[in-house]
């Protein structure tokens, strides 16, 4: 028998409670990822995300390599390549952190919830960061969520896992189909994936980019420095929260504007607190969360909404705001809000017509 660890949204070796609960459980394992062609062709979706993906596992791998553990790659959705493994191997349990993913793989993780029950296989889903599920109300929330985030961090022992080896058929029949050719561009402008940048990032911005942290956090071309720029390393998991949290309390002395480092931590609370609602509140993904709003704009003009996505509406920094993050992946806060603002009010369209495109076009 063996354990599948399966990796999604957390593609790091260090602070992964999944990945260390599997060692200890002794059992050899098996390393899992999963480009799923149901979540890549999403409307959410775009190769960037996937690159940085495909980066993030090269640099796990390169990681991996000292201890003979490789991570098993495979180009299908869940469903099928777990139905089949569970077919033909003996698995017992299945680790992996909660995902407060979109509609597509809530629905996914239920039908995989009833497989895995069938089959007799333990499912055991590790909490990230400060999301708590199945939360009915939110009072007391923040403390706990401090709690959790300076709890100790949960390194596996890399040195003790014992790597399950897939018989070569079944690594055949599980692989799927070529991965896309475009998983090993790397376009210029955007930021690579991996814990090795993250943590480059992390480092840079506490020993001297968070210097200019408040003063230019909304002005659009200095923010692209002064800002930590970690958002797609905690996207995808490179860092975790609780990681970037405790690494920035600790080098607190080395912070001269102490206001600074308060409101860099205090946006990443802002961030699981945001995820939390989604979590509790999913229907926001297509609905507006005041039904006051519900006809208040429903028809879509696509030749506005065609020049918004294209930065032609002849408005300058809505336009340069859009081509801007076609081009890298990001921008800042206020960068973010503005295009959004202007979609909404300025040309009146419903949000639902332009978070799609907007979400293809984020990095994190
Ligand atoms: C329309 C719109 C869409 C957005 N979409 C995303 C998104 O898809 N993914 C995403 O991570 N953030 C999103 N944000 C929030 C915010 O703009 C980005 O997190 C931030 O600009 C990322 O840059 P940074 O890592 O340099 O942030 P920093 O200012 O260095 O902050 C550190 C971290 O705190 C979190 N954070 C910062 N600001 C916010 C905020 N306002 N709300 C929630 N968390 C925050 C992020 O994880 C960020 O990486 C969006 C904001 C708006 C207005």
């Given at each position: 028998m063996f354990n599948v660890v399966w990796f999604k949204r957390d593609l790091r070796l260090r602070d992964h409670a999944p990945l260390q609960a599997a060692v200890r459980d002794g059992l050899p394992v098996l390393l899992v990822y999963l480009f799923e062609p149901a979540v890549l062709a999403?409307?959410?979706?775009?190769?960037r995300h996937w690159r940085f993906v495909w980066q993030s596992l090269q640099d796990m791998q390169q990681q991996l390599t000292p201890y003979q553990q490789t991570i098993f790659i495979?180009?299908?959705?869940a469903f099928p390549f777990f139905e089949q493994l569970l077919l033909k191997q003996a698995v017992h349990s299945v680790y992996s952190h909660e995902e407060t993913g979109v509609r597509l793989t809530f629905d996914r993780d239920l039908q995989l919830k009833r497989l895995f029950l069938n089959r007799g296989v333990l499912w055991r889903e590790f909490p990230q960061s400060g999301i708590r599920r199945?939360?009915?109300?939110?009072?007391?929330w923040k403390d706990q969520w401090f709690d959790q985030i300076r709890a100790p961090l949960q390194h596996p022992e890399l040195a003790a896992l014992k790597s399950f080896a897939l018989p070569e058929a079944a690594q055949r029949a599980l692989a799927g189909p070529p991965l896309p050719a475009f998983l090993s561009e790397q376009p210029e402008g955007f930021q690579p994936g991996g814990e090795t940048s993250g943590w480059r990032y992390l480092h840079t911005f506490m020993e001297?980019?968070?210097?200019g942290y408040l003063r230019q956090i909304s002005r659009p071309a200095q923010s692209r420095r002064s800002c930590s720029r970690l958002s797609p390393y905690l996207a995808w998991g490179n860092l975790s929260v609780r990681q970037v949290f405790q690494f920035a309390e600790k080098q607190a002395g080395m912070v001269g504007n102490k206001r600074n480092l308060e409101q860099f931590l205090s946006r990443l609370r802002w961030r699981d607190h945001f995820i939390q609602k989604f979590e509790s509140e999913c229907r926001m993904e297509f609905e507006?969360?005041?039904?006051?709003?519900?006809?208040?704009r429903t028809e879509v003009d696509e030749r506005l909404l065609q020049a918004w996505k294209d930065g032609q509406t002849g408005f300058p920094l809505v336009d340069a705001c859009m081509r801007c993050v076609k081009a890298t992946g990001y921008l800042n806060f206020r960068m973010r809000a503005l295009p959004v603002s202007f979609l909404t009010h300025?040309?009146?369209?419903?949000w639902q017509a332009g978070a799609g495109f907007l979400a293809q076009q984020f990095l994190d």
């Amino acid at each position: 028998m063996f354990n599948v660890v399966w990796f999604k949204r957390d593609l790091r070796l260090r602070d992964h409670a999944p990945l260390q609960a599997a060692v200890r459980d002794g059992l050899p394992v098996l390393l899992v990822y999963l480009f799923e062609p149901a979540v890549l062709a999403h409307y959410d979706s775009n190769p960037r995300h996937w690159r940085f993906v495909w980066q993030s596992l090269q640099d796990m791998q390169q990681q991996l390599t000292p201890y003979q553990q490789t991570i098993f790659i495979a180009n299908q959705n869940a469903f099928p390549f777990f139905e089949q493994l569970l077919l033909k191997q003996a698995v017992h349990s299945v680790y992996s952190h909660e995902e407060t993913g979109v509609r597509l793989t809530f629905d996914r993780d239920l039908q995989l919830k009833r497989l895995f029950l069938n089959r007799g296989v333990l499912w055991r889903e590790f909490p990230q960061s400060g999301i708590r599920r199945g939360l009915s109300h939110r009072a007391g929330w923040k403390d706990q969520w401090f709690d959790q985030i300076r709890a100790p961090l949960q390194h596996p022992e890399l040195a003790a896992l014992k790597s399950f080896a897939l018989p070569e058929a079944a690594q055949r029949a599980l692989a799927g189909p070529p991965l896309p050719a475009f998983l090993s561009e790397q376009p210029e402008g955007f930021q690579p994936g991996g814990e090795t940048s993250g943590w480059r990032y992390l480092h840079t911005f506490m020993e001297k980019r968070i210097e200019g942290y408040l003063r230019q956090i909304s002005r659009p071309a200095q923010s692209r420095r002064s800002c930590s720029r970690l958002s797609p390393y905690l996207a995808w998991g490179n860092l975790s929260v609780r990681q970037v949290f405790q690494f920035a309390e600790k080098q607190a002395g080395m912070v001269g504007n102490k206001r600074n480092l308060e409101q860099f931590l205090s946006r990443l609370r802002w961030r699981d607190h945001f995820i939390q609602k989604f979590e509790s509140e999913c229907r926001m993904e297509f609905e507006n969360i005041n039904p006051a709003f519900n006809h208040l704009r429903t028809e879509v003009d696509e030749r506005l909404l065609q020049a918004w996505k294209d930065g032609q509406t002849g408005f300058p920094l809505v336009d340069a705001c859009m081509r801007c993050v076609k081009a890298t992946g990001y921008l800042n806060f206020r960068m973010r809000a503005l295009p959004v603002s202007f979609l909404t009010h300025t040309l009146w369209q419903p949000w639902q017509a332009g978070a799609g495109f907007l979400a293809q076009q984020f990095l994190d």
